[in-house]
């Protein structure tokens, strides 16, 4: 019997284990290809350009042992996206905001305490707390 296609859409701007885990709890599902957000589409949708370009973050992704496969993604996926790709179950965190009907969606917890979106406010608050050096 073949595997099912799991689809893990991410922007993966930083990676961090919250998407580790993601991956690996959706490995138990199937074979993982991960949907990841290109760089113009996270400029337009959250204003910023990735602290790591696309390929960075394709490659960090392709050397993941339970990833089979990186491919570019819109900032959503649609049917189309799913049907074109032969996707069986799109997993995601709980920040789902995806409208798909020709596949299973799985929701899973997002990790408590951890986002890309933290460890940027984090470094930033670090950063600008820092003394000039005399």
């Known amino acids: ?3 099912k296609r799991v689809l893990v859409d991410m922007s993966f701007t930083i990676p961090h284990h919250g998407h580790i885990r993601l991956i690996k ?3 138990k599902l199937g074979k993982v ?9 996270i400029k337009k949708k959250k204003g910023y350009k990735p602290e790591l370009d696309f390929s960075q973050r394709k490659e960090i992704l392709d050397s993941n042992k339970y990833v089979s496969k990186v491919i ?7 049917d189309k996206f799913i049907k074109k790709n032969k996707i069986d179950i799109l ?5 789902n905001k995806n409208k798909v009907t020709k596949a299973k969606i799985v929701i899973f917890k997002r990790t408590p305490n951890i986002s890309s979106n933290l460890i940027r406010k984090k470094s930033y608050f670090n950063f600008s707390r820092r003394k000039p050096k005399k």
């Open 1 to 3: 019997m073949e595997k």
């Open 25 to 27: 709890k959706a490995n």
């Open 33 to 41: 290809i991960v949907a990841l957000t290109s760089d113009s589409e």
């Open 72 to 78: 570019k993604s819109p900032w959503l996926i649609n």
């Open 91 to 95: 997993v995601h965190g709980n920040d």
